[in-house]
């Protein structure tokens, strides 16, 4: 208080007193029009638009969703308090399980997962960050890229919903946010129509499918792919048909999809069982971020009029009428007495987010071991979902080479039937 009414005075001296009331005057009217400012909210959902013609089975592409960042470095200053950490790293989960049942609901794309470490020899790859999420808006950053590593999409989503979104009598059995996850999947739709055609469709395919086999076998498959200058992945040429060691990684590879598409199952389980807190966490969070934004908003106008009020008693009081001087002394008192609201308000609002706190301790991240029966042995997978995930590649890995050492000389590891011509694109 000291130091603004210091800085109050060191203002005045030079300007005359008509000037800085005059300036007060307009703190005050641009603190009123400030606050007048409001966020309009639409209850209309965005489509979901859906292939209208059949794909041909080598054209579909499969895609693979990430697990969401947490982006809690990316959490806006006026957000910070709004964030709860346990309750957005089970937003992660959430949203990447949700945008997958969008995709997949749109019968555009082959199969699609949630992917909780792997994304590297996907046909298609869907990362994202959460960048704010409290009840009312969504934001997130989403990145498409196909196997060649074309990037389709670098885009930012924002969905704000209203109240009836949280209102039983209104909502229906979609996420509030349901219009977000149709836009980000109507886009990617959008795009393969626009600019892919069959031949390249293929050519996705193939790559991917050699992406997974260098992962395993680096030597043996390095050969079939190149960096073009756009730093994209190209084929330099096809494996041959009868190419025992890429069968071999095809098995391997339906492995992987048979472990990825059980996870499936946990992620559905994990939504579903965080659905009714979840639901209720951001109902409330809703109604606590309406009132912290009121609160934030008038002790904003509070300390702007209250430094307004300063400004004119401090000129006031370079008046010689006595009764004016009065009234300055009244000005000061009263602008030290709003500002000092302004600060009782904003821990006001403090204390309606602390009791927000509570509701994010029992969502749970981590899933339960499991045990494996595979070719006659059993294993036992440990940790989180990315940790077992990480545990089952190895298995594979480990799998894939006690298959070649057996039944391939040692003398012939690094070397493959003769390569395959590429065919011409259409």
């Known amino acids: ?45 965005t489509a979901i638009v859906t292939e209208a013609a059949s794909v041909a089975e080598e054209e579909l592409l499969d895609v693979s969703i990430g697990i969401f960042e947490p982006g809690l470095d990316e959490i806006p200053n006026n957000r910070e308090e709004l964030t709860f950490a346990d309750v957005r790293m089970a937003e992660t989960q959430f949203m990447s399980y949700q945008l997958a049942q969008t995709l997949q609901g749109s019968g555009a794309w082959g199969v699609v997962r949630v992917n909780p470490n792997d994304l590297t020899s996907a046909d298609v790859a869907v990362t994202g960050t959460i960048l704010q999420s409290d009840g009312e808006t969504m934001v997130v950053q ?21 109240k009836y979104s949280y209102d039983p009598r209104q909502r229906s059995s979609d996420d509030p946010f349901q219009g977000l996850f149709n836009r980000i999947a109507n886009d990617m739709l959008e795009y393969r129509q626009q600019n892919l055609d069959r031949q390249q469709l293929v050519n996705i395919r193939t790559v991917s499918r050699i992406q997974f086999a260098k992962s395993f076998a680096p030597q043996a498959f390095d050969q ?75 002790a904003t106008r509070n300390m702007v009029l209250g430094v307004a009020a300063i400004v004119g008693g401090l000129a006031a009081t370079q008046s010689n009428n006595a009764a004016v001087q009065y009234s300055a002394y009244g000005g000061l008192f009263g602008g030290g007495f709003l500002i000092k609201d302004a600060f009782n308000k904003r821990d006001e609002a403090q204390l309606q987010v602390e009791t927000l706190a509570e509701l994010g301790n029992s969502l749970e991240s981590e899933i339960a071991p499991q045990t494996i029966e595979l070719d006659e042995r059993v294993v036992t997978l440990t940790g989180s979902v990315q940790e077992q995930y990480t545990q089952w590649r190895e298995i594979l890995a480990d799998i894939y080479a006690a298959e070649v050492q057996g039944s391939v000389p040692a003398s012939d590891l690094n070397t493959t039937p003769a390569p395959a011509a590429i065919p011409d694109r259409q």
């Open 1 to 45: 208080m000291q130091a603004v009414m210091k800085a109050a005075t060191e203002v005045c001296r030079p300007l005359h007193q008509r000037t800085l009331l005059a300036a007060a005057l307009l703190l005050a009217i641009g603190a009123s029009a400030g606050c007048s400012t409001q966020t309009v909210k639409s209850t209309t959902v």
């Open 142 to 162: 989403v990145d498409v890229k196909d196997a060649t590593g074309k990037v389709w999409l670098h885009k930012e989503y924002e969905e704000v919903v209203s």
């Open 224 to 298: 079939y792919l190149t960096t073009n200058r756009n730093g994209l992945l190209e084929l330099t040429r096809m494996p041959a048909e009868n190419d025992p060691m890429l069968n071999r990684i095809d098995n391997i590879r339906e492995r992987d999809y048979l472990y990825i598409d059980a996870l499936q199952d946990y992620y559905g389980n994990y939504v579903r069982q965080m659905q009714g807190p979840y639901t209720s966490f951001r109902r409330e969070s809703y109604a606590e971020v309406m009132k912290y934004d009121k609160l934030r908003a008038q």
